[in-house]
């Protein structure tokens, strides 16, 4: 049974930095690209970022790049998302997600129902 718990969200100032963590079990997950979407209330759930299985490629959403940095520890089983300058736009429950499949397009990577499993998501607050 897999199971994604993510934590370390909270409230930040503009321009603070965050680090989440997501702790994956129920199976070897690095043969599989690890990625964090963000859903804002009255949004879409949106991509944020993505990690393959040997944490070599790393893909953001323009949105986040130059500023989130997203890394895996495949011997803890762990995806983290560094997230420094925050802006008030950030503000989001984020979740951190395993596909369906071991290999997928980047393309396919940003849409939500490529993914098989979800965490509860953490809660990310930035004050402006």
């Known amino acids: 049974q897999v199971q994604l718990v993510e934590s370390g969200g909270g409230l930040v100032q503009a321009g603070g930095s965050l680090r989440l963590s997501c702790a994956a079990s129920?199976?070897?997950?690095?043969?599989?690209?690890m990625s964090w979407f963000r859903q804002a209330p009255g949004k879409e759930r949106e991509f944020v970022a993505t990690?393959?299985?040997?944490?070599?490629?790393?893909y953001y959403a323009d949105s986040v790049k130059g500023r989130f940095t997203i890394s895996r520890d495949n011997a803890k089983n762990t995806v983290s998302l560094q997230m420094d300058s925050l802006k008030p736009e950030d503000t989001a429950v984020y979740y951190c997600?395993?596909?369906?499949?071991?290999?997928?397009?980047?393309?396919?990577?940003?849409?939500?129902?490529?993914?098989?499993?979800w965490g509860q998501g953490t809660q990310v607050t930035v004050s402006s």
């Open positions: 997600a395993v596909p369906f499949t071991i290999y997928s397009t980047t393309n396919r990577r940003r849409l939500p129902g490529s993914y098989e499993h």
């Open positions: 129920g199976r070897t997950f690095s043969n599989y690209y």
């Open positions: 990690i393959s299985g040997t944490g070599s490629n790393t």
